[in-house]
């Protein structure tokens, strides 16, 4: 029993180390984008960069661990993997490294948070979701939307006094101004692209609803991230093409623009998606999004640190109130997935009791309570009886 015990709380532990090792990784690359971004690397290019690393990691790893599945692979999988390459990847990134250059890494960070509100307002206009505002549930998800939506408003109209709890002030974090950096003018711009980053991303998850989950069509996940890594990296590098004339900003060099090129895409398009993937099927979507948060505080406590940027006082209320938002929509979210899980039992167990009359030597529900606690109860051979 001990040994069940040990069992039951590594498993329990191991997805909540994990999200906190994703959502740190996060939070390291977004303050390296940041970084080169300051510094004047062509964005468009970095991206490029960025998913021409992740497929350079991910190719490889589809094609050992999941080769035998690539038969399954049709034209409606690669049509998917293009619109995820495209809303989920090159469009999403560029938008959203293109607002951390105008903006801070909280700030951009704070706006992702916005994700699941702006996928529930666009559910509902598509009659994907009800909004049951009738239930407690329902009305917690409304008023999660608009409180994540009031956070996104002062991050953006209002900004304070600096909040800076230190500053390293080291020489080797000082950097010239950029030419792709932020012109007082220029901020609200930034606030636009990291809400576009936002709807970009959740564009990208309503695609997958309404075209039969990837997922379930095809349900190995090295390869769908393979392919739209390699989409991505194709769009990326076109639009790259068409916009950088400088042939010098391709060029990297053993330097920090490369190391954070390779780390963006080797780390978060690549680690941390498997990670995602494997705790979402673990634990639930509800678990990997009550993290996202998480991020942000990192952010916030290490951009001071690194990037001898403080918070001011707006972006820290508007977060504030745009991860309270998150916390009100996911509280909701899972009071009405409890409500149907009882309704499916109600449903259930009324057959069982209409079964029962008509045999009422065992009733269905006994029968099956029966069969669960046997299967739960291991073989008692003479190796795993305990002799103390």
Not at 152 to 179: N, Q, R, V
């Amino acid at each position: 029993m001990d040994t069940l015990y040990k069992v039951d709380a590594t498993g329990n532990v191991k997805p909540v180390l994990l999200m906190i090792l994703l959502q740190t990784l996060y939070s390291v690359v977004n303050i390296m984008l940041k970084k080169v971004a300051i510094d004047g690397m062509s964005l468009s290019i970095l991206v490029a960069y960025r998913f021409i690393f992740a497929s350079v990691f991910m190719v490889p790893l589809a094609l050992i661990i999941e080769r035998k599945h690539l038969q399954y692979v049709t034209g409606q999988v690669v049509f998917q993997g293009l619109l995820c390459g495209l809303f989920g990847g090159s469009l999403l990134q560029g938008l959203y490294v293109k607002s951390l250059a105008l903006t801070s890494a909280v700030y951009v960070s704070a706006m992702l948070n916005l994700v699941p509100a702006v996928t529930y307002l666009l559910s509902i206009a598509l009659g994907l979701e009800k909004s049951n505002l009738g239930t407690a549930g329902g009305m917690a998800k409304l008023v999660g939307t608009l409180t994540g939506i009031g956070g996104a408003m002062i991050l953006t109209f209002y900004e304070g006094k600096k909040l800076c709890l230190w500053s390293t002030h080291l020489s080797f974090l000082h950097h010239a101004p950029s030419p792709h950096g932020a012109p007082t003018g220029s901020l609200w711009w930034g606030c636009i692209l990291a809400f576009g980053a936002a709807l970009s991303y959740s564009v990208w998850l309503i695609i997958q609803i309404m075209q039969t989950k990837m997922s379930e069509k095809f349900p190995w996940h090295y390869s769908i991230a393979a392919l739209t890594s390699s989409t991505a990296s194709i769009l990326s590098v076109i639009f790259a093409l068409c916009t950088e004339r400088d042939w010098r900003q391709w060029k990297l060099g053993w330097n920090f623009r490369l190391l954070t090129a390779a780390s963006a895409g080797i780390l978060a398009s690549g680690v941390c998606y498997t990670l995602l993937a494997w705790c979402v099927r673990r634990k639930g979507p509800l678990f990997a999004s009550a993290f996202s948060p998480l991020m942000l505080v990192i952010v916030t406590l290490f951009e001071p640190l690194v990037l001898d940027e403080c918070p001011k006082l707006g972006s820290v209320i508007g977060s504030v109130l745009v991860v309270g938002g998150l916390y009100m929509l996911l509280w909701g979210k899972s009071k009405e997935t409890q409500m149907k899980q009882k309704e499916v039992f109600s449903k259930d167990f009324v057959q069982c009791e209409a079964n029962h009359i008509t045999n009422p030597s065992l009733s269905c529900c006994q029968r099956d309570q029966d069969n669960k606690i046997v299967a739960s109860v291991p073989a008692y051979t003479p190796s795993t009886i305990n002799h103390s």
